[in-house]
Nanobody
């Protein structure tokens, strides 16, 4: 059983930046970030593979968010710039069942989930 602990969420004004971190207690594979806004389905935001660092992004965050990882620390990061009110959500990190990210954002493709961290972007 691997535990994931997210940190770095908070309140920021539109146009601002936040950096989320997710620390894993054990071995990981590809890792992803998801988010869930009130009344909406959880959606995939970004993913990073473990072997070659390949990354994928949802269209809504391309060019604004950057995912990275430190394998030595079992930690993945999400740098979020140019934040918009529509980015407001609880952000979750998760470990994918495979080394690579693939093309699917299906939650079934991920085995472990963190508890989430709130990101609120105000006007």
């Amino acid at each position: 059983q691997v535990q994931l602990t997210e940190s770095g969420g908070g309140l920021v004004q539109a146009g601002g930046s936040l950096r989320l971190a997710c620390a894993a207690s054990g071995r990981t594979y590809a890792m992803g970030w998801f988010r869930q806004a009130p009344g909406k389905e959880r959606e995939g935001v970004s993913c990073i593979s473990i072997n070659n660092g390949d990354t994928t992004y949802a269209d809504s965050v391309k060019g604004r968010f950057t995912i990275s990882r430190d394998n030595a620390k079992n930690t993945v990061y999400l740098q979020m710039n140019s934040l918009k009110p529509e980015d407001t959500a609880v952000y979750y990190c998760a470990i994918r069942r495979t080394w690579a990210c693939g093309s699917s954002w299906s939650r079934a493709a991920y085995s472990y989930w963190g508890q989430g961290t709130q990101v609120t972007v105000s006007l």
